[in-house]
Each structure stands twice: as structure tokens, then as C-alpha cells.
């Protein structure tokens, strides 16, 4: 008798194990320790020009379209489609910047946080006039034909429809790279000139 209620309480609670491993720890991919090392060094994931001024204002924004301040690349390529990317906003003169802070590996249960491609498309369509153009980090989009790269980065194509339709900068920005922010008036040209595009 004392057997064969051992057997069942282990059974018990083995599946009690198991159902909550997977529940609450399980995730959907093995860690990329080279990606992940690559994120240390907090690299930029989207870069924006924005209207002087108005920094402090889309960076609010940006932070409310990701109350935990997370977001997934559901578009890249291994390993960022099965990691969750911690972010941080900067913003410097005319341009607001997305920084990875951390990484992990997306649990297989858990609410998806908002993908970083219609993020930055609901901020552009939110805030008419204040944002120009948008750099994204090569790593976020991935043509599934292998016919399009984007050694560069990637930005918004113009005239885009519901869906955001993505295209390779044919060179880095200046705005994405900083090279302008100590330039201010060559950098207001470039900025007046993307809006009036």
C-alpha cells in the first residue's frame, strides 16, 4: 500500500515540476553566448531624426509604447527573434536613439512584448511632422530571399501603407552615427531636409 502511494505522490509531483518549468522558466530557443556578448557592449538598435525639441516628448512616447521597456526583432534572423531585447532611450539634438541594455531568451508562455518594427512605425504615424527619418540596426530585418542586405542599417520606406515596408540605407545616416551632433547647422540642414521630403 505505502508503495504504490509513493509512486503516485512522486508522479504527482514530478508533473507538478514539470508543468511549472514549462509554465514559468522554459524558453523557446538555447542562449547565443556570441549575441549575447555582442549586446554587452550596448549597441544602438533604431536611431531616429527627430524635430529639435521634441525629444523629451518622443521619448515619452517611446517608453509608453513599451511600458517594460522591452521589445522583440520578430522580423530579424538567429538569434533575435527568439530574444527579448532590454532597451533604453536616449536622446542628444534632433535625434533619439534605442540602446540594447540587456538580453534573454524569450520564455515559451509569456505575453510578447511589442515588436520594435511597429513600435517605431505607431511612434512615426503617431507624431506627424516630428519624426524624419528612422534607422534600424542591420540585425532587425532579415530578407528571407537573400537577395536584399543592409550592411548599413535599415530604415522606413517612404510612403509606407498599414504595414511598415523596410528598406537598406545605401549609407550609414549621419544622424544614426552621431557624426553630425557636433555640427549643429549641418546637422538642422539634414533634419529640415528629411522632413521636407
Known amino acids: 500500500m505505502e508503495g504504490g502511494l509513493l509512486i503516485h505522490a512522486a508522479w504527482l509531483l514530478s ?30 538598435l533604431a536611431a531616429l531624426s527627430v524635430v529639435p525639441g521634441a ?21 530579424g534572423g538567429w538569434p533575435w527573434v527568439h530574444y527579448v531585447l532590454r532597451v533604453e532611450t536616449e536622446s542628444s539634438w ?10 534573454r531568451v524569450l ?10 518594427t511597429l513600435m517605431l512605425d505607431e511612434l512615426r504615424r503617431g507624431a506627424p511632422g516630428l519624426v524624419g527619418e528612422t534607422w534600424l540596426h542591420e540585425g532587425v530585418y532579415l530578407d528571407v530571399t537573400g537577395r536584399l542586405t543592409a550592411p548599413h542599417g535599415w530604415r522606413f520606406a517612404p510612403g509606407s501603407g498599414d504595414r511598415p515596408v523596410l528598406e537598406a540605407w545605401p549609407a550609414p545616416p549621419p544622424f544614426a552615427l552621431g ?14 531636409a528629411s522632413f521636407a521630403r
Request: proline share 7%.
Open 94 to 103: 534632433g535625434v533619439l536613439t534605442l540602446r540594447i541594455v540587456g538580453v
Open 179 to 192: 557624426a553630425v551632433a557636433h555640427d549643429e547647422a549641418r546637422f538642422f540642414r539634414y533634419v529640415k
Open 15 to 44: 508533473f507538478t515540476f514539470i508543468f511549472f518549468y514549462r509554465r514559468y522558466f522554459e524558453t523557446v530557443a538555447p542562449r547565443d553566448p556570441a549575441f549575447e556578448a555582442s549586446c554587452a557592449s550596448r549597441p544602438v
Open 107 to 116: 520564455r515559451s508562455h509569456e505575453a510578447r512584448p511589442p515588436t520594435v
Open 55 to 75: 525629444e523629451a516628448e518622443l521619448a515619452a512616447k517611446l517608453r509608453a509604447l513599451a511600458p517594460r521597456g522591452e521589445v522583440i526583432a520578430t522580423l
